[in-house]
């Protein structure tokens, strides 16, 4: 029976050194190695935008709108240029009454015309057609700054949420190990029984944490493969963005770059042009007005089906040509004009308004991005020196329990506030790394081409 016993106890004493090496083994991890674990994958962020960027449905949008008012400039510009047609038919009449192919049933004319002249009409069209198109083309940029914005914030998110995963995997099976550990020093009577009880509760809360984490990813995943056009399910492997030292641009500085290049800013502006030439052209209807215009036609039915030589005297007996000056003056309309007009004036009054609360609207977005970007800034300091106090406080409250000076509860709370240290490390590095996109978005150049080709 001694012996028994004895070989029991000396079980229990191998294992408790085992465990007691396997346990330290895993437990001693610092934040620095766990940085260090960084993710690897296929797509880069950039590719990540590439992606999206093509599939989006919304920049296929704004690129037909760019392609639309290109149209209307091309349409307005061609007023300037004259108009060539050629007409055409065959007759029967009263007269001419039988079916037959002579000059008395059909007709062949080619005719050309131009207006040269129009009050300034066709110029202030085409700069009005200009300042559409320049909004439509801020416009796109706009679009694609907040779909790029989009899937920054969601591949950040896809990898905040795998580092927390992971971080809670390897909790996992610490808490499984201070289990085991625990079990064997309760063999060995150094611990009571409650020891074991607190450890496995450890243990399923940990679990209960992990399982939330892995549900978090599924979504996140979700969302960043919603973004880029892709099938939600998909598994999509990312890379990892590496923490660079932190660069924060002088307040003043950046708002200056927000109201020169920010497209919102720049399509507002060209809605204020828009609308002065819209004001320009009421006036203008409103206004005697003076039009020139100009006409050609040749009566070709004897060049093409009589046979008539094509000469200056035929060409001039078959043709005739006209140039017109046209002076109106409105008399009465029932006061449409009138209102035209200030119906023009409340546009441009209206964006002249909305220019200005845009551009408080600009500056308190920076200021809000460049204190957020500040802010985070400072939290990835605090957040290391909080890693680093509770790896501190863990390590000592481990040796303490295992010198059986401390109980296990001081370790499993020293190992919650380490635990989330680290989270909230995660949390602070990406977090930056998102203020800084949302200030670039937040100014206007977190995309810098002009427009779509």
């Known amino acids: 029976m001694k012996n028994g016993l ?76 004259p108009e060539v047609g050629l007409s055409g038919g065959y007759y029967i009449d009263k007269t001419y009454n039988t079916f037959e192919w002579n000059e008395n049933h059909y007709d062949l004319s080619i005719s050309a015309s131009m ?32 779909l790029i914005m989009e899937v920054i914030s969601r591949y950040y998110n ?6 927390i995963l992971e971080l809670r995997n390897r909790t996992l099976e610490q808490k499984q190990n201070q289990l085991d550990f625990s079990k064997a020093r309760f063999e060995l009577g150094m611990v009571p029984r409650a020891d074991t009880l607190k450890t496995r509760a450890a243990l399923e809360g940990a679990r209960v944490d992990l399982h939330e984490a892995n549900g978090e990813l599924l979504i996140r995943r979700a969302e960043l493969n919603e973004v880029m056009g892709l099938e939600l399910d998909s598994v999509v492997s990312i890379r990892d963005i590496e923490l660079k030292e932190p660069n924060i641009p002088e307040f003043d500085s950046v708002l200056t770059v927000a109201y020169s290049y920010r ?92 220019y200005e609360d845009l551009k408080r609207q600009v500056e308190l977005e920076v200021k809000s991005a460049h ?46 506030a380490f635990t989330e240290g680290k989270v909230n490390f995660i949390n602070s590095k990406y977090g930056f790394l998102e203020a800084e996109a949302l200030l670039k978005r937040a100014i206007g150049v977190l995309y810098d081409k002009e427009g779509p080709e």
């Open 263 to 354: 497209p919102d800013i720049k399509q507002q502006e060209s809605s204020i042009s828009a609308a002065k030439y819209n004001m320009m052209i009421a006036w203008i209807n409103r206004m005697p007005t003076l039009t020139l215009t100009a006409g050609y036609n040749v009566y070709a039915e004897k060049f093409a089906f009589e046979g008539l030589p094509l000469n200056r005297t035929n060409l001039d007996d078959n043709s005739d040509w006209s140039v017109g000056m046209n002076l109106s003056f409105p008399i009465f309309d029932g006061g449409i004009k009138s209102r035209a007009i200030r119906k023009a004036n409340i546009d441009l009054n209206n964006a002249r308004l909305e």
């Open 115 to 146: 207006q040269p002249f129009n009050s300034g009409r066709t110029y202030l069209s085409i700069e009005r057609a200009d300042a559409n198109l320049v909004s439509s083309v801020e416009g796109y940029r706009l679009t694609k700054m907040n």
């Open 158 to 163: 896809l990898l905040k949420s795998s580092q």
């Open 6 to 81: 004895s070989g029991i106890k000396l079980n229990s004493i191998l294992k408790y050194i085992f465990l007691s090496a396997a346990f330290f083994g895993v437990v001693f991890t610092s934040a620095a190695q766990f940085e260090k674990d960084t993710l690897t994958g296929a797509f880069s962020i950039e590719q990540c935008i590439e992606i999206a960027l093509k599939n989006a449905p919304s920049i296929k949008i704004a690129e037909g709108s760019v392609r639309k008012n290109k149209f209307d400039v091309g349409d307005a510009r061609a007023s300037f240029l």
């Open 371 to 416: 204190i957020n970007l500040e802010n985070a800034s400072k939290k990835i300091e605090l957040t290391e020196r909080q890693v680093a106090s509770a790896e501190e406080s863990y390590e000592a409250a481990l040796g303490r329990y295992k010198n059986g000076l401390a109980p296990i509860t001081e370790v499993i709370d020293a190992e919650v």
